[in-house]
């Protein structure tokens, strides 16, 4: 079984405290907002570097809060927000990343695509995050005016 990567990023406590200030609901669609852009660059990368024999492969690559009925069996939830980068539900799609023996060798394309994006990606889930926070408190504000 294929296990998924787990970063810790230290040094967000501003971030955290304001998005503890926004309703609960709000901060969650900021960061599904947030990390959903953040992992754009990693899908379309995995989308370029996966094999191309069918297509199925590359074309089913995304960036999603959904997990087919066997992954969010097998998936232990980390976090109340999680995006999920990668193949469709396809069974075979792990065997293209590692391989399946001496007669189908490793064609590795997520972690990949996952080292030559993630610096990226942080960066743009630090600084991503701050201007989603904003629109949302301004959107808040704004509703709550008109609610006078």
Do not use: C
């Amino acid at each position: 079984m294929a296990r998924g990567v787990t970063v810790k990023v230290e040094g967000l406590q501003d971030l955290e405290r304001a998005l503890k200030e926004l309703p609960q609901a709000n901060a969650k669609a900021v960061l599904r907002r947030t990390l959903k852009e953040a992992g754009e660059p990693i899908a379309k990368t995995a989308r370029s570097l996966a094999p191309k024999h069918d297509m199925y492969l590359s074309e089913s690559v995304d960036v999603s809060t959904k997990l087919s009925r066997r992954q969010r069996g097998l998936h232990k939830k980390a976090s109340p927000v999680e995006m999920f980068i990668g193949p469709g539900p396809d069974p075979a799609a792990h065997l293209q990343e590692f391989g399946s023996g001496p007669g189908h060798h490793a064609q590795p394309f997520m972690r990949p695509a996952w080292d030559q994006n993630k610096e990226k990606a942080l960066d743009t889930i630090a600084n991503l995050t701050w201007v989603e926070i904003e629109k949302a408190a301004k959107r808040l504000a704004k509703k709550a005016a008109k609610g006078k």
